[in-house]
C-alpha cells in the first residue's frame, strides 16, 4: 500500500485513463450525432441510445466480479485493445450494411466495454492509495474523466463539423492503442481468490453476495441507488437526449454551426465535472455523506430555467446559452455527489467485495437509463414546438426524487462514526 496518492503505478493509470476516456468521449459524441443529423429523429436516436445502455448495464456486474478476480491492470489493456478493434470494424462496415444496425452494434459493444472497463479502474483505487486518500484518488479519477470528456466532445465536434465522421473514427482508435499499450506497464497489487465451485456458481454466488451486502448491510445504499435510478430515469436521460436534440434540431441554428455547438454543449457538462472533481477533491475534509442529498436536490433545481427560456424566448443563441450553464450547474453538483459516495462505499465495503459491490451499483443505477432515453425520444417527437413542457416535466419529477434522496442519505453513518 502507498503513503502518497501519486505513486508511480497510480499515476500511470490516470495518464491511460486520460487518453482512453478521450477516445471514448470522441467516439460516443460523434456516432450518435452522426445518426442524429443523417434521420433528425429524436424517437430513433433516444431507441438507438437506450441499447446502447443494456450491455453496460449487463456486463457492469460481471466487470466487477472479474475484477476481483483477475488482474485489474490486465482487464483494462486487453478492453482498451478490443474497443480500437470494434471502432476499426465499424470504420470498414460503414457504407457497406444498414447504418442503424451498424450503430446500434457499435453502440451496444462499445458501452458495455465501458460497464466491464469502470469497476476496474475503481477498484484499483484501494489497491494504490491508502484509505485517507480515498476521496483525494476518486477526484482525480473523476478529474481526468471530465476533463477527457471536456476536450473529446470539443474537439471531435471542430474535426466533425469540419471533416465529417472518418477521421474522428481514426483518432479515438489510436487513443486506445496508446492507453493500452501504457497500461500495460501499471503494476496493481493482485491476490488471487480460491474457485471451489463452477463459474456460473462463482457468478452466482459473488452476485448475490453484493446484493446482501446493499440492500441488507447497507440498506440505505439500497434505498439511495433506487432513488439513484429515479434521478437517472427522468433527469439524466433528458439530458443524454434533450440536449442534442434540442441543440441540433429544434434551436434555430444552421446545421454546421449547431452541430459545432454541442460539442461545446458537451464540453460545458464536462466542465461542470471537471469543477465538481476539484472542488470534491479540495473540500474532501468538509463533505459529509450526510449532506450529499442537497446537491442532487440543486441538480433538478437547474432544470427549470432551462425550461424556462425555452418558454420565453425565441432566440437560438439565449437559449443555448442558458441550457449550457444550466447542464455545467447540474454536472458540478452531480459530479462531487458521485465521488462522495464512491468514497463512502469504498471505505465501507471490505476488500474482496469493492469491485463486485461497485459493479452491482454501476448497473443498478443504470437500470432506468434506457427506458428513460426511449421516453424522452417519444415524448420530444410528440411534443414538437413544446420542447419546454418535457423539460419542465422532468424538472419536476426530478425535483419531488431528489427531496426523497436527501432524506435517505441524511441516515447514512460511517464505520468510523464520522460525521
Given amino acids: 500500500m502507498n503513503t502518497k496518492l501519486f505513486s508511480k503505478d497510480f499515476t500511470l493509470v490516470v495518464i491511460g485513463q486520460i487518453i482512453s476516456l478521450f477516445g471514448n468521449a470522441g467516439i460516443r459524441f460523434a456516432l450518435p450525432l452522426y445518426l442524429l443529423n443523417d434521420t433528425g429523429s429524436s424517437a430513433l436516436y433516444?431507441?438507438?441510445?437506450?441499447?446502447?445502455?443494456?450491455?453496460?448495464?449487463?456486463?457492469?456486474?460481471?466487470?466487477?466480479?472479474?475484477?476481483?478476480?483477475?488482474?485489474?491492470?490486465?482487464?483494462?489493456?486487453?478492453?482498451?485493445?478490443?474497443?480500437?478493434?470494434?471502432?476499426?470494424a465499424f470504420s470498414m462496415l460503414m457504407g457497406r450494411v444498414n447504418l442503424i444496425l451498424l450503430m446500434t452494434v457499435t453502440l451496444m459493444l462499445l458501452y458495455g466495454i465501458a460497464g466491464a472497463y469502470q469497476p476496474s479502474v475503481q477498484a484499483s483505487v484501494p489497491a494504490l492509495v491508502s484509505p485517507e486518500y480515498f476521496m483525494e484518488a476518486n477526484s482525480v479519477i473523476n478529474i481526468i474523466g471530465s476533463f477527457s470528456a471536456l476536450l473529446g466532445p470539443v474537439l471531435g465536434g471542430m474535426l466533425y463539423s469540419a471533416y465529417g465522421l472518418e477521421p474522428v473514427l481514426w483518432v479515438c482508435m489510436v487513443c486506445f492503442l496508446l492507453s493500452a499499450v501504457m497500461e500495460i506497464f501499471i503494476r496493481i497489487p493482485f491476490v488471487r481468490q480460491e474457485q471451489g465451485v463452477g463459474i456460473w456458481k462463482t457468478v452466482k454466488g459473488d452476485f448475490s453476495e453484493s446484493i446482501r451486502y446493499i440492500w441488507k448491510e447497507k440498506p440505505e445504499i439500497g434505498k439511495g441507488l433506487t432513488a439513484v435510478c429515479g434521478i437517472n430515469l427522468f433527469l439524466s436521460a433528458m439530458i443524454v437526449v434533450g440536449l442534442p436534440y434540442i441543440v441540433t434540431e429544434v434551436l434555430p441554428l444552421e446545421a454546421a454551426v449547431a452541430n459545432k455547438l454541442y460539442g461545446f454543449a458537451q464540453g460545458a457538462l464536462a466542465a461542470g465535472g471537471l469543477a465538481g472533481g476539484i472542488g470534491a477533491g479540495v473540500f474532501a475534509k468538509k463533505l459529509t455523506i450526510q449532506k450529499s442529498g442537497d446537491l442532487i436536490i440543486a441538480s433538478a433545481g437547474c432544470v427549470f430555467p432551462m425550461g424556462i427560456a425555452l418558454l420565453l424566448f425565441s432566440s437560438g443563441i439565449v437559449n443555448y446559452l442558458v441550457i449550457t450553464v444550466c447542464c455545467f450547474g447540474i454536472m458540478v453538483c452531480s459530479t462531487v455527489f458521485t465521488?462522495?459516495?464512491?468514497?463512502?462505499?469504498?471505505?465501507?465495503?471490505?476488500?474482496?467485495?469493492?469491485?463486485?459491490?461497485?459493479?452491482?451499483?454501476?448497473?443498478?443505477?443504470?437500470?432506468?437509463?434506457?427506458?428513460?432515453?426511449?421516453?424522452?425520444g417519444i415524448l420530444f417527437e410528440i411534443c414538437k414546438g413544446y420542447e419546454f413542457a418535457v423539460v419542465l416535466f422532468a424538472g419536476f419529477v426530478s425535483l419531488a426524487i431528489a427531496v426523497g434522496m436527501k432524506n435517505i442519505f441524511k441516515r447514512l453513518i460511517p464505520k468510523t462514526g464520522q460525521e
Fill in 339 to 376: 465521488v462522495q459516495i464512491m468514497s463512502f462505499v469504498q471505505t465501507e465495503t471490505p476488500p474482496n467485495l469493492i469491485g463486485k459491490v461497485i459493479a452491482v451499483m454501476m448497473a443498478v443505477s443504470m437500470c432506468a437509463q434506457p427506458l428513460g432515453n426511449a421516453l424522452y
Fill in 46 to 88: 433516444g431507441t438507438v441510445t437506450a441499447c446502447a445502455f443494456i450491455p453496460a448495464i449487463l456486463l457492469s456486474p460481471i466487470g466487477g466480479i472479474v475484477a476481483d478476480r483477475v488482474n485489474k491492470r490486465n482487464i483494462m489493456v486487453a478492453l482498451d485493445f478490443f474497443t480500437a478493434i470494434v471502432i476499426l
